[in-house]
């Protein structure tokens, strides 16, 4: 059992899937106590598939001092996109959570979701409006291309 320490999430933009993700600022705070004084740090992610992926999580520090630009770097990213078809619109969902009973071990969990649409392209609502206005909308877990696709008569049940 996990205990969740932090999850941060964002809408993956053409430049966060072509090259390296960019992440919310938030996440600092999470991880600048983990870095050591250092300005990367590998790290190993695992999806709910239980496929485990190297990050290189990074920022740059401006010449004001300022912390800037919170990434994943290019290497591990481009593995995920490529083995994942992960394209922009999607959405990252990076966590980390303390796996209880394990003296304080820490797991890194990174997903990617896609919102499902209806045959005319449109967002499958699964609800018009929650408690706070908003709308809910079906999302779905990319799976690997190295899992297999289910199908229905033949047709595949999602690209």
Known sequence: MAQRNFAVSKILSVSDVRDRVELPAEIRKHMQPMMNGNNS????????????????????????GKLRNHFFSRAGWRQIVNDNGVRPG???????????????????MIQVKRQNKTFSGKIAAVHDSGADGESFYEEEVIKPKSQPRMTFQGYAMWN
Do not use: H, P
């Open 41 to 64: 740090m590998e790290l190993k992610a695992i999806d709910i598939w239980g496929q485990e992926w190297t990050l290189k999580y990074c920022f740059y520090v401006l010449s004001n």
């Open 90 to 108: 999607d959405k990252l969902v990076f966590s980390r959570d303390q796996v209880v009973g394990a003296d304080g071990v820490l797991e890194y």
